[in-house]
Nanobody, 117 residues
């Protein structure tokens, strides 16, 4: 059974930083692209960042230059370093492993990030 467990969310003031972690189990982590989505209140879930098994990264335009995604395959963990946070970054952040060709991707339970102005 695949499990993705996020941690590191919380309340931070604008301009501050947070580091999210997502630990995966039940899957050969190193074979997979992994990433982070977020969902703000009243908005659709959006892709924030992803990293392929080869280390190539992709970011939403709104976070480029501020967020950094990385992975440690030895620890089956993906990280999201978030700097220069703004209130617009507030939302629930979900760890994600896409499964092309399958009905459902793998998702974590989410971790709340709140940025106060």
């Amino acid at each position: 059974q695949v499990q993705l467990v996020e941690s590191g969310g919380g309340l931070v003031q604008a301009g501050g930083s947070l580091r999210l972690s997502c630990a995966a189990s039940g899957i050969i982590f190193s074979f997979n692209t992994v990433g982070w989505h977020r969902q703000a209140p009243g908005k659709q879930r959006e892709l924030v960042a992803s990293i392929t098994r080869g280390g190539s990264t992709n970011y939403a335009d709104s976070v480029k230059g501020r967020f950094t995604i990385s992975r440690d395959n030895a620890k089956n963990t993906v990280y999201l370093q978030m700097n220069s946070l703004t209130p617009e970054d507030t939302g629930v952040y979900y760890c994600w492993i896409p499964r092309p060709g399958f009905v459902r991707d793998y998702w974590g339970q989410g971790t709340q990030v709140t940025v106060s102005s």
